[in-house]
């Protein structure tokens, strides 16, 4: 009996110490790590990891960024079982020049081909940040910051193509379902991130700001987003053109040059 208690409590130790390794930024964590763009104050801030024991207005632990010449952001490629996964990552760096944190920005893109999509997303932050919001196309998309297991669901689903055939998503249903269960276990033990009270003073939004979003009819979520692109209601995938732009005017062969590093051309 001695023995099989121990080889039990071994077996519960070796998982939980796995899990809480593996599992700490997905599981009793946070829903979501959001990033503010503060267009005032010139920079950027970012949640990145739950605070248990916060005092009264500290919020969980936040990073920022300045926003000017001197920062340094560049295309991140990682590693990927599927392709390449690019993403936009931030660099801070001491009086060395050596890099002492990093943080990435926006949504993961996977493959070569997709680098015009990120590089979309990059020219986005930089006309809110620079120019402001006014002449911005709609986003594509609104996540919902409260699932239920119905949004759950259909985020899994729509994950593996947001067009693709019904029989694609028939045969890829089991892994949709345990990617499900994985993301609904992650909802249930976390919780929704809390800004630190100096944030939220200086990231206050108006409330009769023209650009808050989402309002009105705006769909919310890959259902509602899905259901109002067929009707033609919200854009698929909007795009604008960037004023005075010197470099390579096809978005796929752009993508292609940033992936191999070759700098665009100069005015």
């Known amino acids: 009996m001695i023995g099989t208690w121990v080889i039990i409590f071994i077996s519960i130790a070796g998982f939980g110490y796995f899990g809480v390794k593996l ?31 916060a005092k ?36 801070t760096v001491d009086d060395q020049g050596n890099v002492v944190r990093a943080f990435s920005i926006g949504r993961e893109w996977q493959g070569k081909g997709n680098l015009q ?3 979309s997303q990059w020219n986005f932050w930089c006309e809110y940040m ?14 919902s910051e409260r699932e239920n297991i119905r949004e759950t669901f259909l985020f899994c689903l729509y994950d593996f193509g947001l067009t693709v055939s019904s029989g694609f998503r028939i045969a890829v249903m089991p892994f949709i379902l345990l990617w499900t269960s994985f993301r609904l276990i992650a909802q249930w033990t ?16 108006a409330p ?60």
Do not use: M
């Not at 632990?61 to 390449?84: L, M, R, Y």
């Not at 808050?212 to 909007?238: K, M, N, Y």
């Open 23 to 53: 599992g700490r930024d997905e599981f009793f964590a946070l829903t979501r790590r959001p990033i503010r763009f503060n267009r005032k104050e010139q920079k950027l801030y970012t949640i990145r990891r739950r605070r248990f024991f």
């Open 56 to 91: 009264a207005g500290e919020g969980d632990v936040t990073w920022e960024a300045p926003w000017n010449a001197q920062s340094i952001f560049c295309i991140h490629k990682g590693e990927g079982t599927t392709g390449d996964p690019f993403h936009i990552r931030h660099y």
């Open 117 to 119: 999509g990120l590089l």
């Open 130 to 143: 620079n120019k402001g919001p006014a002449d911005l196309p709609k986003p594509p998309l609104f996540f």
């Open 190 to 205: 976390c919780r929704a991130p809390v800004w630190p009270a100096t944030v939220e003073a200086v990231s206050a939004i």
């Open 208 to 267: 009769d700001d023209a650009f808050s979003q989402p309002r009105g009819d705006t769909p919310v979520g890959w259902a509602e987003t899905a259901l109002a692109s067929e009707r033609h209601d919200w854009p698929f995938d909007p795009k604008k053109d960037v004023a005075n732009w010197h470099g390579e005017k096809d978005r796929e062969r752009n993508g292609s040059l940033w992936a191999a590093d070759i700098p665009p051309k100069l005015p």
